[in-house]
């Protein structure tokens, strides 16, 4: 075999070995951070020996651990770049944020689903004198929040019912759903009016809309937050479609390598 024919075929299997890795990482996310590895081999078609040459590899650089019981566990060594990449996703959305804000008037914030809580990355304040205000890196829980019941919405019934399960329901006001069968059925009317409101149920006064980003790399929303009195009904078929919008555009940015600005 000629030489430049040997690097190539060695650097589409370092590829190869490099997409298979991050997959086997998606897996495990997905099956709630740890596995063995014939569930792994189950899941995604790759032979043992092949998983476990992976695995081997990825609990030598600290990204996976080896747990007592032999199953495999993601790492702490993820962590750091998780909450990095979180940070850089808050800083990419922000323009998209302002943009909201401009549109609506109103608080502009983006959330993920982290484990069982949702965490705010990002916030673009009000310019009004009378304003919500959410800590970038709060964590809530779902069932309180639109930007909860959004990232909800399209989970299947049977997961959202085992999250409530671990979670439990506290009511944050006298408004907020604490039943798992209502929750469901208030997930049903978000799919299919396609966004999600907070209608005084993490704070007594504070409407909030949300919508998810559509395809976005890791489950995300965002949402519009003000006071009840100007987040009204009639306020709300104005704000979605701004949402809706600009939740294309950065779903759109963030799968592109080099992000357009929201004006693009």
């Known amino acids: 075999m000629p030489r ?21 990482l998606e897996r495990m996310a997905d099956a ?6 014939s569930e792994l081999s189950s899941s995604s078609g790759l032979p043992l020996p092949t998983i476990h040459r992976l695995m ?15 199953r495999y566990a993601l790492g702490p060594r993820l ?50 004198s009378m ?11 779902p069932h309180s929040t639109g930007v909860g019941k959004a990232l909800l919405a399209d989970v299947p019934p049977e997961e959202v ?3 409530l ?18 929750f469901l059925t208030e997930l049903g009317r978000i799919r299919a009016m396609g966004y999600a409101v907070d209608d005084n149920e993490q704070e007594i006064g504070v409407r909030c809309l949300a919508v998810t980003v559509p395809d976005s790399p890791t489950a995300a ?22 949402l809706h919008e600009v939740a294309q555009a950065l779903s759109l940015a963030l799968a592109t390598t080099t992000a357009p600005s929201p004006s693009s």
């Open 4 to 24: 430049g024919s040997h690097v190539s075929a060695d650097r589409a299997g370092g590829v190869q070995s490099l997409e298979r890795a991050f997959d086997l």
């Open 32 to 37: 709630g951070g740890e596995v063995g590895l």
């Open 56 to 70: 081997r590899t990825l609990v030598s650089c600290g990204y996976v651990r080896q747990q007592p019981n032999r």
């Open 79 to 128: 962590i750091r770049l998780g909450e990095t990449a979180s940070r850089l996703l808050g800083t990419w959305a922000r323009p998209y944020l302002a943009e909201l804000v401009e549109a609506t008037g109103e608080t502009a914030n983006m959330a993920l689903l982290d484990g069982d809580e949702v965490v705010y990355v990002a916030q673009v304040p009000s310019r009004h």
């Open 131 to 141: 304003r919500m205000f959410t800590e970038v890196g709060r964590r809530v829980l």
């Open 161 to 163: 019912r085992a999250l």
């Open 165 to 182: 399960a671990r979670t439990g329901m506290p009511a944050a006001t006298d408004r907020t759903i604490t039943d798992p069968d209502d």
């Open 221 to 242: 929303a965002i949402s519009i937050s003000g006071p009840a009195g100007r987040v009204t009904e009639s306020a709300t078929d104005k704000i979605i479609p701004v």
